[in-house]
């Protein structure tokens, strides 16, 4: 959980005391603050977060708040992270409402000491002005503005869902089958028990599903495997409409902008496989992966090539990473994400395809925590496991290089001897910024990366 609810004071007319201007040069004594009302402001979760959406508050108004008491669930450009309270005191009014999007650092609530103070934080509340927390409802407005052809008998739907979005006192765990609201640990549980959470209501706050709703389920037998399976739905896409960016894609927006500041180039390498391809096939069975065994030889290439490793942020100077962290892109619903394996130079090859699958699950999930995808000094970019023979990837900011990895294949070659004989390669083509690296220090590397490739006997020590 992330203890990053953060507090200010909001003083009130009836605490606020300021002790009379005296003197010819009108020195000011102390001004005495005595305030009881904070606001709650919406939280950064990442380094590249800009606002956050709210996905549900665990805590009514008037609720009671504990110190460490998760509060609210938000959505940031990467994950959904449970929030929690700095403080003890009453949730005195909430200002963003479920599905409401609000700009890091600005009001989404405010916080009474006593009970005393809750009414007063709620005038305070109502009589803010708009533009110190704007909302964006974005399902409302997406229904309204993308679909203005819908019949009048549809009307109601729409109606009923633009209630639950204002954030109604009881509302579905699931809104329209679109988000399933539940608790990490409840996500958890239901993949280790098989249960099906859309078919779940849940008894926590604001309909939340909890553990024991799943526990509950699953001993009424409840499981994802017993309903009979519907007939595939096609997506519903209207052609020509507008859709707005979901927090993630805007997130990968940003970036790949911000790369074009970047002055980059690109060289390719062709590496044959056969060696490769026989080692999975011999240790598969193991658990280990094919994207742990390029994360592992890349950073056995990259502990010779430091310089491939580096990067530059300021333009002025560039840094050698102290650590080889391999970022690996990773699609998922709405977006993409570079889950990180560190150090992956010094980790076996069993332990790091372990938590190659632990990271893809959080990362679908949306659980990743900030120190799992925003530390990577490395990325690879895998579109071999779909056909894609080659292609090029565009530098993540922050970051000296990236490898596009295409798929391995049968090939005719003809050896320096001059015989011919059929190979497996792939096609590998790495972007890099060129202010910190040469087309003489990729070409070394590719070469290193080449060799381990070829003879990967160093992969499993």
Not at 136 to 161: C, F, G, L, N, R
Not at 241 to 247: A, D, L, N, R, W
Request: net charge neutral; glycine share 8%.
């Amino acid at each position: 959980m992330a203890n990053v609810l953060q507090t200010s004071f909001l003083p009130s007319t009836s605490s606020l005391r300021r002790t009379p201007i005296s003197g010819s040069k009108g020195k000011s004594q102390a001004l005495q603050v005595k305030a009881k009302i904070r606001e709650i402001f919406m939280p950064a979760l990442s380094s590249t977060m800009t606002e956050g959406k709210i996905v549900s508050w665990m805590k009514s108004e008037g609720d009671k708040l504990s110190k460490g008491e998760s509060v609210v669930v938000v959505e940031s450009d990467k994950a959904d992270m449970d929030v929690e309270s700095f403080h003890e005191g009453f949730l005195a009014a909430i200002m963003v409402e479920e599905g409401g999007v609000a700009p890091v650092g600005s009001a989404i609530a405010l916080l009474a000491e006593t009970e005393d103070e809750i009414a007063e934080a709620k005038a305070k509340s109502q009589s803010s002005s708009s533009s110190s927390h704007k909302v964006v409802e974005e399902q409302p407005k997406q229904i309204e503005e993308t679909a203005p052809d819908v019949p009048a008998a549809a009307a109601p739907t729409v109606s009923a869902s633009k209630t639950v979005a204002l954030g109604s006192a009881a509302h579905p765990a699931s809104e329209g089958g679109k988000r399933i609201v539940a608790s990490p640990y409840a996500k958890k549980l239901a993949k280790e028990l098989k249960v099906d959470l859309g078919t779940m209501a849940g008894t926590g706050p604001n309909g939340r599903i909890v553990a024991k709703d799943v526990e509950a389920a699953a001993a009424a037998g409840i499981v994802a495997a017993s309903p009979a399976k519907p007939a595939p739905v096609a997506p519903g896409i209207e052609l020509g409409t507008v859709v707005p960016f979901t927090t993630m894609q805007g997130a990968v927006s940003r970036n790949m902008v911000e790369s074009l500041s970047v002055p980059t180039f690109r060289v390719g390498y062709t590496i044959t496989t056969n060696a490769l391809d026989a080692l999975y096939k011999k240790i598969k069975s193991k658990g280990v992966t094919m994207t742990a065994l390029l994360a592992k030889a890349t950073a056995l290439a990259l502990a010779q090539h430091p310089v491939v490793n580096s990067c530059c942020r300021d333009g002025n100077s560039f840094t050698y990473n102290s650590s080889i962290n391999i970022a690996v892109a990773v699609a998922i619903d709405g977006g993409l994400i570079t889950p990180v394996l560190q150090d992956a130079d010094k980790v076996d090859i069993y332990t790091l395809s372990r938590k190659w699958k632990e990271l893809v699950e959080k990362a679908r999930a949306k659980q990743l925590q900030p120190h799992e995808y925003n530390t990577g000094t490395f990325t690879l970019s895998n579109l071999g496991m779909f056909g894609v023979d080659r292609f090029d990837a565009i530098l993540p900011p922050g970051t000296g290089a990236i490898m596009a990895v295409g798929a391995s294949q049968p090939t005719v070659v003809a050896s320096k001897d001059g015989s011919i004989g059929m190979k497996n390669q792939m096609q590998v083509n790495v972007t890099a910024d060129h202010r910190v690296i040469y087309g003489a220090d990729l070409a070394a590397f590719l070469q290193t990366l080449a060799k381990i490739v070829e003879d990967p006997k160093d992969l499993t020590f």
